[in-house]
């Protein structure tokens, strides 16, 4: 795969080791560490290559997104853990990721939903919105849908009705100020509703996204095999709904091209959640 393509860029541009009257190498800069360097270059070239060449050649090969359902921005909720089901039919599923965005691993996520051509939506916290900007506005250019899951991931059964309300309000205007807009949908923490949050989600016309079935990903020693298993046992049981998954979960994000593969060897079919444009 483009490989030819790859050669010929590498040696079109000259090498500092190889040019004539090159001052000799400082101490540290051995051939050795000259050639990793160029190594590093040559796979982040063909990471660059290999993303471009997946987004365009979206096919029968990849996963692909079936289909997008655009929800009112109005106070309802859905999710059969708790609520109504989306209007789903049997072998259909909504991708959803928590937690992040998080720099070491939500590119990761990105990058196999890209080679997939899926779509899913992601309720990031307050807190990591603040710190990374950039990437969550990423996750949007890329065709991904974003909600929010709180400021700080508190157990909100714990807290006072003004301390719950506080966590919603930061959580919230972290999100208006890296979008530019209010945010459409709400996810809770261990999805722990409350009364007062569920009013004021309502009054607010933020849709409370809770789910159908997840795979457990939270505990570090989790191996690729163990979520694919997991994914495919809750697939077998649900038979359609919403996803949760962990982007900021590092197993997870190494797990996903073999999670996304499962979903397609299935024959389960993504659907992409949006919510119509803030008035
Ligand atoms: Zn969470």
Same mark, same amino acid.
């Given at each position: ?118 779509? @899913? ?5 307050? &807190? ?29 059964? &714990? ?13 919230? @205007? ?25 009013? @004021? ?79």
């Amino acid at each position: 795969m483009h490989g030819p393509t790859i050669k010929r860029m590498a040696r079109r541009h000259p090498r500092p080791d190889h040019r004539p009257g090159a001052a000799s190498p400082r101490p540290g800069r051995t051939p050795t560490y000259r050639r990793q360097k160029r190594m590093r270059l040559i796979a982040l070239l063909l990471a660059a290559f290999a993303g471009t060449a997946s987004a365009a050649a979206c096919g029968p090969d990849q996963l692909n997104t079936e289909r997008t359902i655009t929800l009112k921005r109005e106070g309802a909720a859905y999710g059969t853990n708790q609520h109504a089901a989306l209007p789903l039919q049997p072998g259909e599923v909504v991708l959803t990721f928590d937690d992040g965005p998080s720099p070491e691993n939500t590119p990761l996520v990105l990058k196999a939903l890209a080679d997939q051509c899926a779509k @899913a939506t992601f309720f990031l916290e307050g &807190q990591h919105l603040r710190t990374s900007p950039d990437l969550a506005r990423r996750e949007i250019s890329e065709g991904h849908s974003v909600g929010i899951h709180s400021d700080t991931h508190p157990h909100l059964t &714990q807290l006072s009705p003004e301390q719950q309300l506080d966590d919603l309000a930061r959580a919230r @205007a972290a999100y208006k100020t890296v979008f530019g807009v209010e945010t459409p949908a709400y996810r809770f923490p261990f999805l722990e509703e409350t009364p007062t949050m569920l009013d @004021a989600l309502k009054q607010a016309n933020i849709t409370v996204a809770s789910i159908d079935l997840g795979i457990n990903d939270w505990i570090p020693e989790d191996t690729t095999d163990i979520l694919a298993q997991r994914l495919n046992a809750s697939l077998d049981k649900a038979g359609r709904g919403i996803i949760l998954m962990h982007d900021a979960n590092g197993p997870t994000a190494k797990a996903l091209p073999t999670l996304l593969k499962v979903l397609k060897d299935k024959g389960y079919k993504v659907v992409h959640l949006e919510w119509e444009p803030a008035p």
